[in-house]
DNA sequence: ACATTGACCTGAGAGC
DNA sequence: TGCTCTCAGGTCAATG
């Protein structure tokens, strides 16, 4: 689930259902994920305040609190938010559970413990610490910026695009329907691209994202044209008909259609 | 500076 | 049905 679409969801969820009710605990807090903070801690300073605003950086979350700065989610590869209006009827996989005044509460759940939340006083602080590159979906991100970005590395465009250093927000699925709707194979590397495919991947890169956040990034609401249903290998490649090839690139599993991408 | 590998976790699905 | 193996939308550290 979470790359930048999937979280750009949650943010709009959260948005929509957790703001503005004051928080009375916070329950079944799992160590395990809590990253600077011990469950006492983020009790302490949760309890009483409420959420006010949030914001999206790649694929992290953010939450101002009234009170004491942000709470920072990041969901891993399994995690999402779920905001419940019956008491008691929560996820086995909750790792933090946020209960408001009026009964209600917000899950963070994982799967597997590979996300993790954070408290910070700085979302700046918190980027900068966390060496996270300008948002894939950033305004000021054209083909120059791109292009810059990618300045002074090798290596395959797939681990460039990847690189939350570099551009926060893409992961394995989304860097993979970027190369397709682009036109590249994932191996390219950076420094064998010029000005026209960077102009085509800062368009490319801002359309899939966009229409996925569109379609509630739901791979099943994706247009016909694009590789996410199909991204198994195998699989019909929607454009040409083809077989989808897959191969492993810095260590992920990536899907490609060779008749469409060179 | 890059790719690769393994570690961190847990569960689903495949193959036997 | 049950076991084992592999793999999964992420990141981090160690190694080559």
Known sequence: MPELPDVEIMRRYMERTSLYQPISDVVRLNEDVLRNLSADRLKGT?????????????KYLFARTNTKGWVVFHFGM??????????????????????????RGLSFILQRKLGGLWLTESVAGFMEKQGLGPD???????????????????????????????????GNVYS????????????????????????????KTREVLETAIER?????????????PHRREGDICPRCKGEISAAKISGRTAYFCTGCQS
């Not at 309890?47 to 949030?54: C, N, R």
């Not at 996820?91 to 946020?98: A, I, K, L, P, Q």
């Not at 970027?178 to 495919?197: C, H, K, V």
């Open 46 to 58: 949760l309890a009483g305040s409420q959420f006010e605003q949030t914001l999206r950086h790649g």
């Open 78 to 103: 399994t995690g999402y938010l779920e905001y419940h209006e019956e008491k008691g009827k929560t996820h086995r996989h909750t790792r933090v559970e946020f209960i408001f005044q009026n009964g």
């Open 136 to 170: 894939a979906l950033d305004g000021k991100l054209g083909s120059d910026e791109l292009k810059g970005v990618a300045q002074n590395t090798g290596g395959s465009v797939k681990s460039f695009l990847m690189n939350q250093k570099r551009i926060a927000g893409i």
């Open 176 to 203: 993979d329907e970027i190369l397709f709707q682009t036109g590249i194979l994932p191996w390219t590397l950076t420094e064998n691209i010029y000005s026209e495919g960077w102009q085509k991947l800062a368009t």
């Open 216 to 228: 509630g990034a739901d791979p099943g609401e994706m247009p016909g044209s694009y590789l996410l």
